[in-house]
């Protein structure tokens, strides 16, 4: 074997880099276990300490801190933590219609609403929808009447051909999805999620959320809905507001005369101000407020968890430091900063042109945010300007070729910024700060060096590249309303993740004891390496998917599953081969590298198939399918690495020691040996079962009424209803009927007769943001004339755009894939017959599962939805069958080289092709079996969350095997050529 050297040096790398991963998580749950033993049971104790723990070092010898390490644990996804996914719509059409000034011309309306319906109905592009109709519509008006003004010249002109103001619409419409990403971005950064993932959908106006661990639904609701509001505001000096401050102190020390509290408060500000206190060390050389004693703490309960910011003066005295920042606090006393200044005493020592402001992000590599002091000089209380003053705002470099914003106000807001800018620099030794303040946080304070006359400004400053890029879109955010509206969303509750995690566990480890034991029983010592190398797998996989950075989901689990039963196909690939070599009187040295030779050939194409098929999934699938399809990639080529490369050193080491190694005991050694069963004879045989299994299904299709479409695929709400009794799903049914004005209504149990699924089309198409409650409301209402206690574990909501898209994604994937597939085997093998072999059986196999699906539909205690699920059930089955597909091909170009032909015709193809299926029939059966020992253990176990999924791979897997076997291979005779005539 070649490279030994560089696979051990790889081998042992790649293994640094997993236990490094995978170490941080170790190191976390120690910490919080170390909080749960000092809170014992107080949860705000407990938070108390891990946010006390935040900045302390806990990781050996590195030195990490705990909030560093929790950063770099394994992100678990909605479904086994709970939480939310939220999938936001940027309303386009309305913004083309402010970007128009809200034109009421009624054929451009018309054209709006034409484009959004077509939207609706999965069209993509809604600009290029919009300029179609409106050309129909208005053939000879042109769109620059409607958008061209003064404040977008440059980027416009008065005589653009419609083709330009598409590519003008299409650039504003980029831009503002653009910007309400780093708006929502910035709304949950406030809320406080742990690990939130935020995607934008490419090639569509829609921004997909997840947020782990966030139950309060109403809130978010407000928190991503709202529309933004961006305001420039004058800001009070830091040495203005000092004395102000200390009086703040003053009066709370009198104010909070209760013993208690305030030694409560003394014993846990104590703490706070030393990390706070440490900060200021670092950045002025001295502290500013000396809180290292509870008595110094009770007496300043202000400055106790507030830092003055300080320097050093000429004296060595601290001095306040000049600028815009009043204020350091730690995250987790700005609650209670804000707690103070609302207090009645306090608050009327604060002017009422006076208003404090954090910023939106806190201090780099701290948890610490500013304060600033907002200055309102307007009787009204407006800021001294808003976010309509800024025509255009875009990330620059300055002469040094550092980071810039440079910043464009309209013809009003210039000659407004002329007023404020001068009186801000009017004081050559005291030049002022203006705050660009958005959602009531200030992204940026910059010092005005100079009156701007002609409303373009430069705002400089220690940023990064993205940092400028972030700060434009921010002052773009307030040019034009673009409101976004939450169009699917999908809410797990903790029971619910905590169970799922319960049952994926389970079935991980069931599934992962069956296939080891399966192995070692088969194989002998053979097997013991495999599963060496299946254990080094799977240590692999855990720790790529933490260095990635990848959510682990319930689906993700289900595909580590799947891998590790799909991993043993290159051992069983290998040892088969060997046993072949074997047989043949060759030695244990000589049959082990001839059986990794010879196996080899279908290792590749058939991993790189699924591979394939992974890549597929993960680009036309989202949320729980991708999860699936990024544990496939990584577990593919993983399981080549062990199962190939690491068992293969394995095998040359017990070599070298001379040992004594089996392929198979006395029971399994001779299994399969000599059979010669005729599929090619039997071909038409098959022909015909698989056409009596459609047409059933053609038959119960249009008997069920189609095909039962999940809510994704056709919009609409779900909820999971956790009774505290059995509940009969007809009779809560016709309780629910009433509430829901007789609308469309599904009611399935879901796991046990407990826990009802229940699914309403009711208001799906209502764009009202009360809609949701409404529709709420209906399910209590309904839910509590059935007079048993229950609890909503769950809700999904999917709307009719996400729905339409999804129906058309799952085609494309189909169709794309069967396309991939079909050039694969063709540049592969080079064989027209076998490429359209491999595809029909595809498309074979793809009616096989959904006729299964329409026949047992109802027959079976759970649901046989077609879903997004199921999509990627249908792409994995694909992935089976090739993978089986191309084993048997490899071995058929293999016997046709040894031969010297290119082809055979008539009898002697047949034999060969039966040789062929026969040859590979253990690895097919082998290989079938353990993966479906595996998915029967996730069936089982798995939990009712991918239950419909499971079932539709362990159909898939037997289908597989079937059509390998009686249908793709058998069928290249009936699609090949003749033999050739003699001339």
């Known amino acids: 074997m070649q490279g030994k050297g560089f696979i051990k040096f790889m081998a042992i790398l790649l293994g640094i880099v997993c236990v490094y991963s995978l170490s941080f998580n170790l190191v976390t749950s120690k910490v919080e276990k170390d909080a749960k033993a000092y809170a014992k ?18 990781y050996p010898v590195l030195g990490f801190d705990y909030q560093f390490c929790k950063g770099k644990e394994i992100n678990l996804g909605l479904d086994l933590k709970g939480g939310m996914n939220v999938t936001m719509e940027i309303s386009l059409g309305e913004l083309v219609k402010s970007l128009a000034n809200n034109t009421d011309d009624v054929n451009f309306n018309k054209a709006l609403a034409s484009a959004q319906t077509q939207l609706n109905a999965g069209g993509k592009d809604f600009i290029t929808l919009f300029v179609n109709d409106f050309e129909k519509n208005s053939p000879n008006v042109k769109l620059a009447d409607f958008f061209s003004n003064q404040d977008n010249a440059q980027q416009l002109k008065a005589n653009a051909s419609n083709a330009e103001v598409k590519t003008y619409l299409q650039k504003e419409a980029a831009s503002a999805i653009d910007r309400s990403f780093i708006i929502i971005r910035s709304r949950i950064d406030g809320f406080g999620v742990v690990s939130p993932n935020m995607q934008k959908q490419e090639g569509t106006n829609r921004i997909l959320i997840e947020m782990p661990g966030v139950q309060d639904k109403e809130r978010v609701h407000k928190l991503l809905q709202g529309s933004a509001e961006l305001q420039f505001w004058q800001v009070y000096q830091n040495e203005e507001v000092y004395s102000i401050m200390e009086n703040i102190n003053k009066t709370l020390s009198t104010v909070l005369k209760d013993t208690t509290a305030t030694t409560a408060a003394a014993d846990t500000s104590a703490k706070k101000g030393s990390a706070l206190a440490n900060l200021a060390n ?25 830092n003055i910011p300080t320097y050093q003066g000429e004296n060595g005295q601290p001095a306040l430091r000049p600028g815009a920042t009043v204020g350091w606090v730690a995250q987790k006393d700005t609650a209670k900063v804000n707690a103070y200044f609302r207090t009645p005493e306090v608050a009327a020592i604060i002017p009422q042109s006076m208003k404090f402001m954090w910023s939106v992000r806190p201090m780099d590599g701290t948890k610490v945010f500013e304060m600033y002091a907002i ?69 940026s304070a910059p010092t005005v060096q100079n009156e701007i006359p002609n409303g373009i400004s430069s705002i400089t400053g220690n940023f990064t590249v993205n940092e400028t890029q972030d700060l ?104 088969e081969r060997v046993r072949e070599e074997l047989n043949h009187g060759k030695s244990t040295a000589a049959a082990i590298s ?53 068992s293969r050193l394995v095998f040359d080491a017990l070599l070298n020691k001379n040992a004594n190694i089996t392929f198979g005991n006395k029971a399994t050694i001779h299994a399969f040996k000599d059979i010669a069963f005729n599929f090619v004879g039997r071909r038409k045989l098959y022909y015909a079962i698989s056409s009596i299994i459609i047409v059933l299904g053609i038959v119960f299709y249009f008997k069920n009424g189609g095909l039962r479409l999940g809510i994704d ?9 956790h009774f505290d009794k059995s509940m009969d799903t007809e009779d809560v049914k016709e309780k629910l009927a009433p509430s ?70 799952a085609y494309g994937a189909i169709l794309f894939s069967c396309l991939v597939m ?36 109802g027959v079976l205690p759970f649901s046989l939805e077609i879903g997004q699920d199921f999509i990627a059930a249908i792409l994995t089955v694909m992935s089976y069958t090739m993978t089986e597909t191309v084993v048997v091909f490899d071995r058929i170009r293999e016997k046709l080289a040894e031969a010297g032909k290119d082809d055979l015709y008539g009898e002697e193809r047949n034999t060969l092709i039966n040789f062929a299926l026969n040859s590979t029939l253990s690895r097919t059966i082998l290989t079938s079996l353990t993966v479906f020992f595996v998915l029967l253990v996730i069936f089982i176990f798995g939990g009712e969350s991918i239950r419909g999924f499971i079932f539709a791979l362990l159909i898939g897997r037997i289908i597989g095997t079937y059509s390998s076997l009686c249908i793709s291979t058998p069928i290249v005779i009936d699609l090949g050529q003749k033999k050739p005539k003699l001339n």
């Open 822 to 857: 079909f050039i694969y085997i063709i540049v592969r093998f080079k064989k027209l017959n076998y490429g359209l072999g491999a595809v029909i059986a595809l498309f074979h196999d793809v009616l096989l599962v959904l006729s299964f699906y329409t026949i047992l539909d």
């Open 713 to 721: 695929f056709k919009g609409g709400r779900t909820y999971i209803v």
């Open 282 to 306: 670092k950045s002025t050389g001295k502290d500013s407020v000396d809180l290292k004693t509870k008595e110094l703490a009770k007496t300043n309960p202000l400055f106790a968890v507030l």
């Open 375 to 443: 200055k309102s000089v307007n009787p009204d209380g407006k800021p001294d300007l808003g976010g309509e003053a800024i025509s255009d705002a875009r990330h620059d470099y300055d002469q040094q070729g550092k980071p810039e914003v440079t910043m464009y106000m309209t013809g009003e807001g210039a000659q407004k910024w002329k007023k404020i800018t001068a009186e801000a620099s009017a004081d050559a030794n005291n030049k002022k700060a203006i705050a660009i303040v958005l959602d009531n946080a200030v992204y």
């Open 740 to 809: 829901f004005k007789n609308e469309e209504l599904q009611v399935k149990t879901a796991g046990n007769d407990q826990d009802l699924k229940i699914t309403t089309t009711y208001h799906i198409t209502d764009q009202d943001a009360g809609a949701d409650k409404l529709v709420e409301d209906a399910l209590r209402a309904g839910l509590a004339t059935t007079g048993v206690k229950y609890s909503i574990e769950s809700n999904q909501k999917v709307g009719p755009i996400i729905a339409s898209d999804l129906v058309y994604s």
């Open 472 to 575: 434009a879109n921010i002052l773009k955010a307030g040019k034009l309303p673009a409101p976004a509206r939450i169009v699917g969303e999908f809410v797990v509750g903790p029971s619910l993740g905590q169970a799922a995690i319960d049952n994926g566990l389970l079935s991980f480890v069931l599934a992962f004891v069956v296939i080891l034991i399966f192995m070692a029983l088969y194989y002998n010592k053979a097997g013991w390496v495999a599963n060496l190398a299946l254990v080094i797998n799977l240590f692999f996989i855990m720790g790529i998917l933490v260095s990635l950075g990848a959510v682990l989901t319930l689906p993700g689990i289900a595909g580590i599953v799947l891998v590790i039963g799909l991993s043993v196909d290159a051992n069983i690939l290998i040892f």
């Open 594 to 646: 001839e059986g990794f030779k010879h196996a080899m050939p279908s290792i590749i194409d058939s991993n790189v198939t699924i591979l394939i098929l992974g890549i597929i999934l993960y680009v036309f699938g989202s949320g729980p399918v991708q999860g699936f399809a990024t544990t496939l990639c990584i577990g593919i080529l993983s399981s080549l690495f062990c199962a190939v490369l690491i």
């Open 41 to 58: 049971g107080d949860l705000v104790k407990e938070k108390a300490y891990l946010d006390s723990m935040a900045a302390v070092p806990v």
